[in-house]
Structures are given as structure tokens and as C-alpha cells.
């Protein structure tokens, strides 16, 4: 039972405090520092604990908030990590970088700022791993059946955890030479230092789950190949294909998606050799998208020493549209995940690039870009008579995903795709029988909560296939 007159006492929300930016743009390290435990407790005591919280259904995942924050309230933190870890299994990840739908669904923020959800829970999971409460959950006993699941990003991850604690024998295949996905070599270290990832795969491992990483499944070893092995595939190999913008200049030096700068920019967090790094230093930077791609590449541009960093948000000219009266995505809310905005830099919306300028070494110096037009018939296109130069000698294109790599999973085993990702039933099972699919190879770029989620789901499905019955929780169904 929630303190019935917590939030007319406390009606101040308190953010999580940060780092002053002068200071977190000299390194990589998280940019967050541990909220007073205090003040956590007053914050979630904010929490009116609704008859109908919407908190739980605007979460895709379910989280039992109101249970959660009462119980941090009243300073019963270990209850508090078993109630959270009952809905949800890294919530170490989702406190730290998800956009917190939950928050947006808060009834409190009707007519005060919503309660802190975020901070609750991201408070939970550092008391999780400081009191090493993160014991391997080893199922009773095996039940014979042996899943392969292939990519080690959330979706994945979450999969092989619930199928594994179920009694599966369970091997994650991974490409990359580390686990983790996005959230390894995407995510930068400001929003997420990789040791957090590294102590939940520890408990993986010591619940049963094998990993073999360096393995690309349709190269090293084949789709069908890796089917005949085991009695269920799980593809939750992402959406890692970018959009490009095809405007002349495009092929000058310089000139780079953005996730061929970030996966090296992490590398060289982890303390790897980068040959041939892509570097801001010194350098006037462009990024094309304002996604969380986008503000990625914000970050880690300061911190690399860029020279200045612009961000030009996507008009027309570019493919990804977004509504005419709210430029920036909503979905998730960039200024939310990301302090990159309070860091510096400037910031352009609707502006159209038609074109990159290079030097005499074929290197990007410029962007020509103009004001778009918003026409009377709806369609958008560059104002005439407002083209005009931003300097540049770093351009990084963060305009989105289009869809999975398609050419060994759908070449290899009858999987089929539409719009760029795999088709699949509203049992996440694919056209060929005994391959499912979740995360963002099913339902396209999204995010982590969606892709826990999914993967939780996804295990459900896969022991109702196999066992013709099951008692794990299904949050979601695919879209
Ligand atoms: P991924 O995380 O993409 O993992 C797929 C894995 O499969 C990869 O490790 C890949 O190497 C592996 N793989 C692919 N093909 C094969 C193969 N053939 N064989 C073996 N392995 C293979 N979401 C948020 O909620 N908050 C954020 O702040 C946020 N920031 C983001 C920042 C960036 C730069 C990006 C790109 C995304 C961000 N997202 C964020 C989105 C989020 O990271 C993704 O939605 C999520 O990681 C998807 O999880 P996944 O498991 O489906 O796929």
C-alpha cells in the first residue's frame, strides 16, 4: 500500500544528478552518478499507487511499478529487485537508457511531474549488484530440448535466459567478438559502462547458457546446418542495415553511417586496437537524423574533441519523415535517453541536404543544404532561395534502419521477409517451421524494453511449441 498522501508531501520531482559536462566530456564514463538512496525512497514514495496504473500497460514489458516503488519506500530493496525481476530480466539496462514509457503513462503527471519510475528502478538494480543478489537461476532439471539462438542483443539474451531457467539447453550464437548486441558495441559507455552487461552475462553462463561468439550463422556455420542441430532456432540477429541518403557527393571521404563510427568508438572504450579510426578530433562534425543514433554520435563527437558538431534534423530531402509540428522523434524521446543535448553543439530542424561538397583530395568540406518547404498539398521539398554551405570535414549519417541483412537467413532456410524484417505469426514463428523471431529482426528498429520483451514472448512460444505447454509470461505479441 502506497503512502496515500506521498505526492501532495513531495510534489518536487528530483532527476537522477549528473556529472557537470565539462567534466563527463573528458572521458567515456557513465554520465550519471548514484542518486542519495534518501531521496530515491522519497521519490518513489511520490508513487500514488492508482487503481488502474496505467504505468503497467504503458510498459511493454508489464513492470509491477506501484508494487516496486512502495517497496522501496518503506527501504525493502531485496523484495523490491524480486518483484522487478519477476517482469523484467536486465532492468540494470532498461533503468539506465530506456525512454521510460512507463513515465509518459503516469497518472501523477496529469497535474504534476511524473514519479520517477526510471530512477526507482535503475536505484534497484545498482542495490542488486552491490549486494551481489544476482544468484544464477539453475532449473531443477533439464528437459531434453535444445535451442539455438542466434545474436546476443537484448531480445536474444532474454529469450536464452527465460528458456534456459525453463530446462532448455540453450546456445547463443554471436557474430561480434563480444556479447551484448546494440547494447555492447552501439551504446556508448556514457550511457552505459559494458561492465553492467558483462555481470548479468556472468550469471547467464552460470545458469547453463553457452555462448560462442566469433560465429556468424549463415557463413561460419549455415541456417539450415545450425536447424538441423537443434530442435528450435530463435533469428534475433537485429535490423543493423542503415539508411543511406543518395545525394551527389555521397562516396567523398569523410562521409560515414553513423554505426561505422560508433561500433569503433566502443571498440576503443573496451581498450581494442582500432585500425583506420573514424575521428572528430579536430574536426567540424555533421550528423544527419536526430534519433538516438544521432544523439549517440553527439557524445561521443564532444568527447573525442570535435572542433564543433552540428546536427541537422531530417527535412524532405532525407528518407525518414517525421510530423511536420514535432520535427524530433517522439518514439522514443530522444531528449530523454540522451544528455547529449545539455553538451553542446548545434542543432538545425527541417533542414534538406541536396548535396556534399568535397576538396581537391575527394575529401567532404561542405554540405549544401536548404530551409524545407512545407507545401500547400502536404508534400515538402528545399525552399528556393535559401540554399546555403555548412562547413564540414565529418559527416555521420544517423537516419535509421531499414531492416535485417536478408541474404543468408532468407537464401539458406524458407524464412521469408516484408518490409525489411522477418515475417512471422503471432507466435513469433517464422515460415519455416521451428524458427522464431524477435526483437528488431521481427518488428524493425525499436528498443530494448520492446526487445526484452519480445524476447521473453519468444520463449514462451518456443516452449509451447516444444513441450505443448508453458508457464512463462508472455508480455507482448507481435506487431
Ligand atoms: P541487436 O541489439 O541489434 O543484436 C543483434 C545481434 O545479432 C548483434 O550482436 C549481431 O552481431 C548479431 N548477429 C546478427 N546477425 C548474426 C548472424 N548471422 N550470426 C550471429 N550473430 C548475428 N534503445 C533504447 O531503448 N534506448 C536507447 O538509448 C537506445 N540507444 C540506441 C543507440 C543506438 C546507436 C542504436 C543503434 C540503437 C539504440 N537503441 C536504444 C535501440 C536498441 O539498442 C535496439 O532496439 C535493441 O538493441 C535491439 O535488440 P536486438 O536483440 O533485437 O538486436
Known amino acids: 500500500m502506497a503512502d496515500p498522501r ?7 520531482r528530483v532527476e537522477r544528478p549528473t556529472r557537470p559536462v565539462p567534466v563527463r566530456i573528458m572521458d567515456f564514463k557513465d554520465v550519471y552518478v548514484r542518486q542519495d538512496e534518501a531521496v530515491v525512497r522519497t521519490q518513489a514514495s511520490r508513487c500514488m499507487d492508482c487503481g488502474v496504473p496505467f504505468c503497467h500497460s504503458g510498459c511493454p514489458l508489464g513492470n509491477l511499478i506501484p508494487e516496486w516503488n512502495d517497496l522501496v519506500r518503506r527501504g525493502h530493496w531485496e523484495e523490491a529487485a524480486a518483484r522487478l525481476h519477476s517482469t523484467n530480466n536486465f532492468p540494470e539496462v532498461t533503468g539506465r537508457i530506456c525512454p521510460a514509457p512507463c513515465e509518459d503513462s503516469c497518472v501523477l503527471g496529469i497535474n504534476q511531474p511524473a514519479v520517477t519510475i526510471k530512477q526507482t528502478e535503475v536505484a534497484i538494480a545498482e542495490q542488486v549488484f ?56 552501439g551504446i556508448p559507455d556514457f550511457k552505459m559502462e559494458k561492465d553492467i552487461l558483462d555481470r548479468r552475462i556472468a550469471q547467464m553462463e552460470a545458469e547453463g547458457t553457452r555462448f560462442r561468439t566469433g560465429v556468424e550463422i549463415g557463413t561460419d556455420l549455415t541456417w539450415d546446418a545450425l536447424k538441423a542441430r537443434f530442435d528450435a532456432v530463435i533469428v534475433a540477429t537485429g535490423a543493423p542495415v542503415g539508411r543511406e541518403l543518395s545525394v551527389p557527393g555521397r562516396s567523398l571521404d569523410g562521409i560515414h553511417l553513423a554505426m561505422d563510427y560508433l561500433v569503433q568508438a566502443n571498440h576503443a572504450s573496451a581498450g581494442d586496437e582500432v585500425t583506420d579510426p573514424i575521428s572528430a578530433e579536430g574536426r567540424h562534425v555533421v550528423i544527419l537524423g536526430g534519433g538516438d543514433t544521432g544523439a549517440d554520435c553527439i557524445g561521443t563527437a564532444h568527447r573525442q574533441g570535435a572542433a564543433s558538431v552540428t546536427t541537422l534534423a531530417i527535412g524532405q530531402q532525407l528518407p525518414v519523415e517525421r510530423p511536420v509540428h514535432q520535427p524530433w522523434p517522439t518514439v522514443p524521446k530522444v531528449h530523454q535517453v540522451t544528455t547529449a543535448d545539455a553538451e553542446g553543439g548545434a542543432r538545425e530542424h527541417l533542414a534538406s541536404t541536396l548535396e556534399f561538397l568535397g576538396d581537391e583530395h575527394g575529401r567532404v ?32 549519417l544517423a537516419l535509421g534502419f531499414t531492416g535485417v ?55 514462451q512460444a518456443v516452449d509451447e511449441s516444444l513441450e505443448s505447454w508453458s508457464r512463462l509470461p508472455h508480455p507482448v505479441k507481435p506487431t
Open 365 to 396: 568540406r561542405a554540405l549544401r543544404v536548404a530551409e524545407t518547404e512545407i507545401r500547400e498539398d502536404g508534400t515538402r521539398g528545399p525552399k528556393p532561395g535559401t540554399e546555403r554551405e555548412v562547413k564540414a570535414d565529418l559527416v555521420l
Open 405 to 459: 541483412e536478408e541474404e543468408h537467413l532468407t537464401g539458406q532456410i524458407g524464412v521469408r521477409t516484408e518490409r525489411g524484417v522477418v515475417s512471422r505469426s503471432r507466435t513469433y514463428e517464422t515460415d519455416e517451421p521451428g524458427v522464431f523471431v524477435c526483437g528488431d529482426a521481427g518488428r524493425g528498429a525499436s528498443l530494448v524494453v520492446w526487445a526484452i520483451a519480445e524476447g521473453r514472448a519468444c520463449a
Open 130 to 185: 552491490e549486494h551481489d543478489w544476482l544468484d544464477p537461476v539453475v532449473p531443477e532439471r533439464l528437459n531434453g530440448h535444445t535451442v539455438a539462438v542466434v545474436g546476443s542483443g537484448p531480445a536474444g539474451l532474454a529469450a536464452a535466459q527465460q528458456l534456459t531457467r525453463a530446462g532448455f539447453t540453450v546456445a547463443v550464437y554471436e557474430r561480434d567478438d563480444r556479447l551484448g548486441g546494440l547494447l555492447r558495441y
Open 6 to 12: 506521498g505526492f501532495l508531501k513531495n510534489r518536487e
